[in-house]
């Protein structure tokens, strides 16, 4: 029998998250209190002002 | 979308899919306010579960981490672990 595979378990955040809780205590949270394996961080976005960079 | 429509389509097309959750997203602006919608977490965990149970294969916590609530990411967290193992 094959082993299913570890499901991926994401979240989008923006760098400004990042920055706001510094870079371990915002992916403790993510990883211990969601269960996030995987982090999608984008750098731009339709909302004027908030491009990273 | 009924979860079985999505699960039909999945075995049909074999593609990975990861479901969207979204969950404590803001709308309606008014005055340059946002009104926030606090979801429930057992919303949350039961939605999570529907997108396991429809075969799935992973879960993205929608849309952003700034906008969601500590409770609700426990809930998606707990249910993800739950029901992710298959």
């Known amino acids: ?53 | 979308m009924r979860a079985g429509s999505s699960l039909r389509s999945r075995r049909r097309h074999r593609r990975r899919v990861y479901d969207g959750i979204a969950f404590d997203v803001p709308f309606g602006a008014q005055g340059g306010e946002w009104t926030h919608f606090a979801s429930d977490p057992q919303d949350v965990r039961q939605s999570v579960r529907a997108a396991f149970e429809a075969g799935a294969t992973g879960v993205v916590a929608s849309r952003e981490y700034d906008e969601m609530r500590i409770p609700n990411l426990e809930a998606f967290g707990a249910a993800a672990r739950e029901y992710g193992r298959g």
Do not use: W
């Not at chain 1, 979240?11 to 394996?37: M, R």
């Open chain 1, 1 to 53: 029998m094959s082993e299913r595979p570890e499901p991926l378990i994401g979240v989008q955040l923006g760098p400004h998250s990042v920055f706001d809780e510094g870079v371990e205590p915002c992916l403790d949270i993510l990883a211990k209190k969601a269960a996030v394996n995987a982090v999608f961080v984008y750098s731009q976005t339709y909302y004027p002002g908030c491009c990273a960079g």
